[in-house]
């Protein structure tokens, strides 16, 4: 049945790349949040309550006629601090396999409810930071990892049967299937029923929202027309992150901005507060070089904003701007504007 279903999967796929459309063996719509999990993926469950699964199965290694190998498989949800959201993570580790042979990371299946066979096709995602690209294929390591589930939310035989997130938070089935490396010795796979997310035992990986890449953007404050803030959550190659913000706004009623930035942040850092600078003396860039030079602006400090992150898409913004009159206060910022189309939570 499998091997059907992955001619089948198979010859889509050429179809679908010969007419440009989405493949769907790499371009899965993941039912989390992306950054909901904004560093490396954790280790293990954060308590026993946590835990799902934690045993050792028999797999085949590659080309293997019997099931010659112990592999131990944990699994456990986090949190996502999105209402409602979680993420599904899988670690694998190879325990025991005979000399000279290596057993890969499986083919996932998912399916809503407890099924014999499930029908969307999944992906083992390794690291936050890279997208959709699955680690199907990989050879399981001795050390182990964990990888993020994500499930196609349709399939090629009924692709009217959709898997959506409320199905991912809910009572779900997911297969682990060995048979493209070892048809005969493992014709069909090991399933899994994985229980509903439950935010009080399934906690967050971090006790608060923190900032990173996916949270960058533009973020608008109801009731305050044409005024917003324009965030850039950088990450560096010595891997510390910076932050660059634009306040724009009106001052004596005429417009008005301010920026802040600063850099060689940890990653992980929850809130951040910024000096924000005021910038005057220069000319309008329309009028060509040459007729104003860098010694020639004038860099004022007028106040302060602190960034508090509470989800994917809002944040709290608290201004201290009582240098010029302008105040002090809170306010509760929402994503406007996406960073090069990366949304952080689609499905909102």
């Known amino acids: ?170 009572e779900f089935t997911v297969e682990l299937f060995w048979g493209d490396f070892a048809p005969q010795a493992a014709p069909l796979g090991e399933l899994f029923p994985i229980a509903a997310y439950d935010p009080a035992i399934d906690p967050t990986q971090f006790d608060t929202q923190i900032l990173h890449g996916r949270m960058s953007g533009q973020y608008t404050f109801d009731g305050i027309p044409s005024t917003g803030l324009q965030l850039l959550v950088g990450e560096q190659s010595d891997d510390t992150n910076f932050i660059f913000a634009i306040f724009f706004t009106y001052l004596n009623g005429q417009p008005f901005w301010v920026v802040g930035t600063t850099g060689g942040e940890a990653p992980g850092f929850p809130q951040i507060e910024l000096g924000m600078l005021r910038f005057t003396g220069g000319e309008f860039f329309g009028l060509g070089s040459g007729n104003f030079e860098q010694s020639d602006i004038t860099i004022e400090e007028v106040g302060s904003i602190f960034i508090d992150p509470i989800d994917c898409d809002n944040l709290l913004v608290g201004y201290d701007f009582t240098p010029i009159n302008g105040g002090s206060g809170v306010l509760d910022g929402q994503r406007f504007i996406d960073i090069a189309g990366y949304s952080c939570n689609p499905w909102n």
């Open 1 to 170: 049945m499998r091997a059907i279903s992955t001619l089948i999967l198979i010859l889509f796929c050429l179809t679908a790349r010969a007419q440009g459309e989405i493949n769907v063996l790499t371009d899965l719509n993941s039912p989390f949040p992306p950054g909901c999990i904004a560093l490396s993926l954790p280790d293990a469950p954060a308590t026993d309550d946590n835990m799902l699964f934690d045993e050792d199965i028999a797999a085949p290694s590659v080309g293997s006629l019997s099931l010659d190998s112990i592999v131990r498989v944990t699994i456990w949800r986090v949190g996502c601090h999105d209402p409602g959201f979680s993420v599904v993570m899988v670690r694998l580790q190879a325990v025991d396999f005979p000399e000279n042979s290596f057993v890969m990371v499986p083919r996932i299946f998912a399916d809503a409810g407890v099924t014999d066979f499930p029908l969307h096709e999944g992906q083992l995602i390794p690291h936050p930071a890279i997208g959709l690209a699955g680690a199907s294929s990989e050879v399981i390591t001795t050390e182990g990892q964990t990888y993020m589930l994500a499930v196609n939310p349709t399939t090629i035989s009924d692709p009217e049967s959709f898997f959506l997130p409320e199905d991912y938070n809910d």
